[in-house]
């Protein structure tokens, strides 16, 4: 069955742009890992300042591989002299769930 990682990210209000931006520069990044089943970053419409970031994995197995290889190089930056970005997120957990029922609409 498959799993859920949600990435629980605090993001002052002043850095959501430059959040969206580096996940909107970094798109299509986790399309072409084996396992990867879906993605989606959701924005706090109100009373919170915590961005979701959603995926979906075929086994635990496929995430971990993404996390110590793609995601790894992804958040390492350019190999440049320069500095490095600072992070958007103040904060950072993740949740992990298996799926056990899910429904999709019916054909009409």
Do not use: C
Request: charged share 30%; hydrophobic share 35%; no cysteine.
């Amino acid at each position: 069955m498959s799993v859920v990682k949600i990435n629980v990210l605090t993001v002052p209000a002043e850095q959501r742009e430059t959040l969206e931006k580096r996940f909107a520069a970094r798109a299509h990044a986790v399309e072409n890992s084996d396992g990867f089943e879906w993605f989606e970053l959701l924005r706090p419409v109100e009373g919170t300042d915590t961005y979701l970031v959603y995926t979906r994995w075929r086994d635990e197995e496929s995430f971990q591989a993404w996390l110590e290889g793609p995601m790894k190089a992804a958040h390492r930056g350019p190999d440049t002299e320069g500095e490095k970005p600072k992070p958007a997120a103040s904060g950072s957990t993740l949740w992990s769930f298996e799926v056990v029922q899910q429904a999709s609409p019916k054909d009409e």
